[in-house]
């Protein structure tokens, strides 16, 4: 059984910072993408970063340049800087992972979700 469990949320004023984090434990053999995906009140869930393993990012247009997406293999996690924040950042914040499982079967999985609030 594979659990991701996500932390790092919580409410900070415009142009601040906050760092997610999520970290997968169970029984993993490996995991390839690691992404992050936010959905803002009454939207969809829309993409925001994403990482191969072998570190090569992707970023929304709205983020780039202001958040950081990074992971580490031996940890089994993958983390979310996020600077100059804005009120339009606001939303619950999921980790999503592409991993195999020691039965070389290949799942994807989603964290629980984290709230981040940008407000003043």
């Known amino acids: 059984q594979v659990q991701l469990v996500e932390s790092g949320g919580g409410l900070v004023q415009p142009g601040g910072s906050l760092r997610l984090s999520c970290a997968a434990s169970g029984s993993i053999s490996s995991i390839g993408d690691m992404d992050w995906y936010r959905q803002p009140p009454g939207q969809q869930r829309e993409l925001v970063a994403g990482?191969?393993?072998?570190?090569?990012?992707t970023y929304a247009g709205s983020v780039k340049g202001r958040f950081t997406i990074s992971r580490d293999n031996a940890k089994n996690t993958v983390y979310l800087q996020m600077d100059g924040l804005k009120p339009e950042d606001t939303a619950v914040y999921y980790c999503?992972?592409?991993?195999?499982?020691?039965?070389?079967?290949?799942?994807?999985?989603w964290g629980q979700g984290a709230q981040v609030t940008v407000s003043s």
């Open positions: 999503w992972m592409d991993l195999t499982t020691l039965s070389s079967i290949s799942y994807q999985y």
């Open positions: 990482i191969t393993r072998d570190g090569i990012t």
